[in-house]
């Protein structure tokens, strides 16, 4: 940690912060230059808060020079982390698809669904039981049902199934009936879920938040670590920018970012990001060629039936497509489908 | 809702969307241009879902042209709504100013405050039991002796408390012990949370999302009040920019643009937008300027030694200063303090 | 500046560093903890590129810790600067404000105009010549026309005039006709114009860019001044983000950051940043309010049949209840108008 | 184009709009609803400026239907079009490699690199003459002499070279000297400069502004081809978000939209989207394989002294490691090299 003083500091100030500092064990540098005072922290610094530091009035600025999380460091861990759910994984070698529709919407639906899914190549199947809409009268999934059909689908087709929490009364029913469990976009910073899950045995994939930083969403896969469960997969999905003509904009840059920083898998989900069905083909391609460890996408076998977001919904034939480019990709990245 | 075809579409996609809006009541108009098909949909089409109308592939774009809101909405309900909670009010003619620590932190500390803030003229006293960091490894609070605290400072002051929720399992707790619960910018769209405070007696104050539209914001209001709660007061905290001089970009015209579009009250938080506290006087009276119904103010009486946010928080000095402009801007602005 | 080395450089990286930075006159100070090397420099910095020290391998992040301006920087310049045009002034105790029309139409047009809003109070009159339009199908302004009749309704009103520069083989013409030359927000980083006008013996108003920094705002100050040209003005015309219901977000914010930072007096255009009539008076408010040195305002007698920005620009009933409210509002912040 | 009125409006509002709309040759349709009267224009509206639309105190929201540009829309010219400069070509089948140092430093330095990338496959050399830099104080390149450079290059390898204006009054300079002439992010909206380029014979690189929409690009391109310049190339080059671990955020899902918007080449500049030179490989990928034409690429053979953006500049070794990779992807997309 930096400490920038103001130039009319004084020998006091000084003493004070470096009182706080060796507190906690820190060691302090002082670089005095001819208008310009700096105290270099060396040591864990983990438990100053910067916020504390800033409010002394001869403080001009802190900067961190540590990132602030550790389990989802690959500095102290760099193995890549390789998620296991059923008989698929994430991470690794192996790209992982993940496809499905947007909501559970009738048992006929779902098992078609997969069953397309998995024999075009898909790993896992996903499925929203209870979704996150921003209308209260928008459709709000078939909830326990949805989970029951999902269970049903996997029964017929062996795919391990992912789906979205919205509440953390719904732990234990999608402890036992889900095998990754997905936590949106809304809710990356809903803490008191990131610590519920910490307890968990089901690995957990974790969407990149709307307007979150790559440190704060590594902090958020921090959250869950720091409870226990370690099983962490991130999706980028797309962060808000003033572009309106794709509903996100897909972060693309973030695949080889996380993988510089974090030993965790990392999957894209172009669906979500775009929210139109004709540009999932192109960025599900470039998602991969950047490195990313495999996508999330939304197929439907009747988007303009669809109960939600059938505008990004992909038919099984698209899907084919995607899957044969991968496929294609895949050698060339010393990857595999 | 406004519907716009391809230009090569046919007469049998055009017959196609008529039948999905006719089957909902609603009524088609047809604009024919000579590059251009256009249909004007006609009605109550809140059960049209636009998503589903794009996933057609000889649609090119959905605009709408209401707004999704209803009971949060102004041209449904004229009249402004005033929320009473305790002794005090938002909304209506008087300004109310929340003010108090970031976290309450002792017995001693909560109390002083909230005499020192009542005695300048703060209607409401806050103060966070449960605190949103970024860092698990972050102090999180004095959670439910929190919020025993704050009624201890309640009892000695009078004044009613508001509080952040963290948790659906807290609701009966808060319930009982605040007079205004708190849903901070990161829980904005919990709609598991929002769902669950539509059933609670308490005024509901619900800050915007760091990066949520001002329709979201109305809509997240709108799932609250389909719940059955109506007292709702709003709160602009700031949104997410490219800007990193401040910590956020406080959007000041929001304040006019919600007042144009919502019945509701809505307050403005010049603390964590700005996350400095030499700046939080000058939005302060900007934020009064500009119509909105009152301020929520972190003040600590020794900010140096805060356990959370300390370089946003104010000294009482400097509060009183603040309820002195704001009482002299008052009646230019036809409010009183 | 400081340089944060990755964790496995070795000491002739440090050399290597050590090197160039001494080579500046500048001294290097080492931090050497468990797992971080740190070098602070010390001494004038500023022909260091951080770039070029980002550029080595064995580098993980540089950290600037002064300002990158001198000449506008309030550390060197602690006396406001007060800018006189004609008779008016812009900085210092008194409010300045002006108003016009988007673009010049007509003589009749623009010396209505210009008798209104200088009988309701302006100190300056404003009107485009040349327009920066986003299509070259639009209005493109009346050009050196234009300007020929700004400077009749400055002759008829005694009202010093400020208008837009689009092209620098303008700049003899400018400096010739208009008391304030402004660079519009999408010229703010247009270098080449930037440097000719540092050459020149009129004030510059310089509109900050859609998405530039306040220290990107300044430092386009800096070339100007740099040039020669100390006059300069900021005017704060709303920045880009996700928000669409207005048109920009103004950035209320950035008036207490630049007057932190600068000496350079800083008006608001709550016309441009919010693209909707209805919001001008409020948000002329609030920037009073929050420490503005005065207004940038649209005002059109005829605003439905106004060649460009009808939406924005308000009729002169409007403006002189804005004149009134500022007015009422500047001996509580020790300004006059 | 499509206009809300207020649900008060009277008919002799409706009247006054028509009246303005047929003036211009468009036929206008009612839609009237319960609380709802719209209003849909069709034919030619090209010469309706929706902001005087707008001013009208009746009218709600103005929406457009149909895009604002025309030469540059794919509607009226639905072949790609293919940009000739020197020997290369940008558009079509081959992919377009364009490398070179961020500027132009030396004979040698420029010679050698020229000579590299050459060998390693690049179409076309690429050096910065004039350099746009946010600091009056930073180097600001070799100006008149870098160009001159710049051809000895181009006369001993055969390459064309494509560098960036920064003023106008060098049009001419820049037309004898140079094949591709580039327009930076900053002047994007410089509209004086996209005027004058309509009148070159040179094709223009038109780099994306900063915070640019894919619209407004499409319409600084429109302005050029207005002026009788058809040969623009279009690049994407980071956009501004709140992300600031890259210098920008590449906004990799605007290839597939303005393939489908438009009809010109669009290539990536992944060095100065990332400012990082390892994240430059990935990026090169991703925008080949989100079908990107090709890409802008800062090659230095010694970043460590380059004069500029040695941070994003990779060496020799690594470019020839991204055309072979660029290489083996072809094929999968139909493209070569």
């Given at each position: 940690?930096?400490?920038?003083?103001?130039?009319?500091?004084?020998?006091?100030?000084?003493?004070?912060?470096?009182?706080?500092?060796?507190?906690?064990?820190?060691?302090?540098?002082?670089?005095?230059?001819?208008?310009?005072?700096?105290?270099?922290?060396?040591?864990?610094?983990?438990?100053?808060?910067?916020?504390?530091?800033?409010?002394?009035?001869?403080?001009?600025?802190?900067?961190?020079?540590?990132?602030?999380?550790?389990?989802?460091?690959?500095?102290?861990?760099?193995?890549?982390?390789?998620?296991?759910?059923?008989?698929?994984?994430?991470?690794?070698?192996?790209?992982?698809?993940?496809?499905?529709?947007?909501?559970?919407?009738?048992?006929?639906?779902?098992?078609?669904?997969?069953?397309?899914?998995?024999?075009?190549?898909?790993?896992?199947?996903?499925?929203?039981?209870?979704?996150?809409?921003?209308?209260?009268?928008?459709?709000?999934?078939?909830?326990?049902?949805?989970?029951?059909?999902?269970?049903?689908?996997?029964?017929?087709?062996?795919?391990?199934?992912?789906?979205?929490?919205?509440?953390?009364?719904?732990?234990?029913?999608?402890?036992?009936?889900?095998?990754?469990?997905?936590?949106?976009?809304?809710?990356?910073?809903?803490?008191?879920?990131?610590?519920?899950?910490?307890?968990?045995?089901?690995?957990?994939?974790?969407?990149r938040?709307?307007?979150?930083?790559i440190?704060?969403w590594l902090?958020?896969?921090?959250?869950?670590?720091?409870?226990?469960?370690?099983?962490?997969?991130l999706?980028e999905?797309?962060?808000?920018?003033?572009?309106?003509?794709?509903?996100?904009?897909?972060?693309?840059?973030a695949i080889p970012a996380v993988k510089s920083l974090s030993?965790l898998?990392v999957?894209?989900?172009?669906?979500?990001?775009?929210?139109?069905?004709?540009?999932?083909?192109?960025?599900?391609?470039?998602?991969?060629?950047?490195?990313?460890?495999?996508?999330?996408?939304?197929?439907?076998?009747?988007?303009?039936?669809?109960?939600?977001?059938?505008?990004?919904?992909?038919?099984?034939?698209?899907?084919?497509?995607?899957?044969?480019?991968?496929?294609?990709?895949?050698?060339?990245?010393?990857?595999?489908?």
């Amino acid at each position: 940690m930096i400490i920038v003083l103001k130039p009319n500091c004084e020998e006091s100030d000084i003493r004070t912060l470096t009182g706080v500092a060796e507190k906690e064990g820190v060691r302090v540098n002082h670089i005095v230059g001819t208008d310009l005072t700096v105290l270099g922290l060396v040591g864990d610094t983990s438990r100053i808060d910067p916020g504390i530091i800033e409010s002394h009035r001869f403080v001009e600025r802190v900067m961190k020079v540590n990132e602030p999380y550790k389990m989802a460091n690959i500095k102290f861990h760099p193995e890549p982390t390789v998620v296991t759910a059923g008989r698929s994984v994430i991470g690794g070698k192996k790209l992982a698809v993940i496809a499905g529709p947007c909501s559970v919407e009738s048992e006929e639906q779902i098992i078609n669904i997969a069953r397309e899914v998995k024999k075009l190549g898909a790993s896992f199947l996903r499925g929203g039981a209870f979704k996150p809409r921003t209308s209260p009268y928008s459709f709000q999934g078939l909830e326990y049902g949805g989970l029951e059909l999902l269970a049903t689908a996997r029964k017929e087709t062996g795919l391990p199934i992912v789906s979205e929490i919205m509440s953390t009364k719904d732990i234990d029913k999608f402890e036992e009936c889900v095998d990754v469990i997905q936590v949106g976009a809304r809710n990356m910073q809903n803490f008191d879920m990131l610590k519920a899950l910490g307890g968990v045995s089901r690995p957990i994939l974790l969407k990149r938040g709307l307007s979150a930083t790559i440190e704060e969403w590594l902090m958020s896969a921090e959250y869950i670590m720091a409870g226990g469960n370690e099983q962490i997969i991130l999706c980028e999905r797309g962060i808000r920018t003033f572009e309106t003509f794709t509903r996100n904009t897909q972060d693309i840059s973030a695949i080889p970012a996380v993988k510089s920083l974090s030993h965790l898998p990392v999957l894209v989900d172009p669906s979500h990001s775009t929210g139109k069905y004709w540009m999932v083909e192109a960025m599900a391609r470039a998602a991969i060629a950047a490195g990313a460890d495999g996508l999330l996408i939304e197929v439907h076998n009747d988007p303009v039936h669809a109960l939600c977001d059938g505008q990004q919904s992909i038919k099984p034939g698209r899907f084919g497509a995607i899957m044969e480019q991968i496929t294609a990709l895949a050698p060339l990245l010393g990857r595999e489908v």
